[in-house]
């Protein structure tokens, strides 16, 4: 069974920083690719990161230089790294894997952060 569980949200002042984490089992993480998404209320999901299976990453303009993506294989975990906080980053993020052949598809329960003074 195929399981995403995120971590790390919460509420956080502007201009705060959080780390949340997504474990992974029941996949062989190395060969996916992740990801973490958003999704405001009232709005559609977006892309924030991305982490290729090299180390490669890429990222939503929104969230450059602001945010950081990171993976360890050893632990089957990825990371985001949030710093500099704005309101607008408030939202349920959700990790996401998408392996590189089959094009299967998981998703997480979702995080929520709330950036607010």
């Known amino acids: 069974q195929v399981q995403l569980v995120e971590s790390g949200g919460g509420l956080v002042q502007p201009g705060g920083s959080l780390r949340l984490s997504c474990v992974a089992s029941g996949i062989i993480f190395s060969t996916y690719v992740m990801a973490w998404y958003r999704q405001a209320p009232g709005k559609q999901r977006d892309m924030v990161a991305t982490v290729s299976r090299s180390g490669s990453t890429a990222y939503a303009d929104s969230v450059k230089g602001r945010f950081t993506i990171s993976r360890d294989n050893s632990k089957m975990t990825v990371y985001l790294q949030m710093n500099s906080l704005k309101p607008e980053d408030t939202a349920v993020y959700s990790c996401?894997?998408?392996?590189?052949?089959?094009?299967?598809?998981?998703w997480g329960q979702g995080t929520q952060v709330t950036v607010s003074s």
């Open positions: 996401n894997a998408v392996s590189a052949v089959g094009s299967k598809d998981y």
